[in-house]
């Protein structure tokens, strides 16, 4: 008996919606990866390892998009700079927001949601200028995440 064709999520297709970000139109984002550390500990005379979960930690997310005038994204980082620099008196949940990245099907029909909480930029690049390109000017944010899970 032949099986049932499988049915891939499209990769190109998606949306990128931000708590209080109009920004639209993000190019690209980089992969949800998560991870557990490996705690190892030996036995006297045992020859296998005991091994248990250690720290778990999220990866950061890129986003790159087209520069418009729109600068909501600039904005927000340096949110957290004043933060950082104790000048704007910003507490986490004042510039930690949550996101979603909404896997589309060609159609343009949700298949797939994961939420992502607790983000806030550690990296803005403004784009890259060169007057011998045919190319657009394209911004990078990268973002610190407490962790996501599928919705």
């Keep these: 008996m032949a099986g049932k064709a499988r049915s891939y999520f499209d990769r190109f297709k998606f949306l990128v919606e931000i708590d209080g970000i109009t920004q639209t139109g993000f190019q690209k984002c980089s992969e949800l990866k998560g991870s557990v550390g490996k705690i190892e500990h030996r036995e006297g005379g045992g020859l296998l390892p005991d091994k248990s979960p250690g720290f778990g930690n999220y990866s950061d997310i890129t986003l790159e998009y087209g520069a418009t005038k729109n600068l909501e994204t ?21 510039y930690k927001r949550n996101l979603s990245i909404i896997q589309l099907d060609r159609a343009g029909r949700e298949v797939q949601r994961w939420n992502v909480y607790g983000a806030w930029p550690t990296d803005f690049v403004a784009g890259e200028w060169d007057s011998t390109s045919e190319e657009k000017t394209i911004r990078k944010l990268t973002l610190a995440i407490d962790y996501f899970e599928p919705a």
């Design 74 to 94: 600039y904005e927000w980082f340096r949110q957290v700079i004043d933060a950082s620099q104790e000048t704007g008196g910003a507490e986490p949940d004042e």
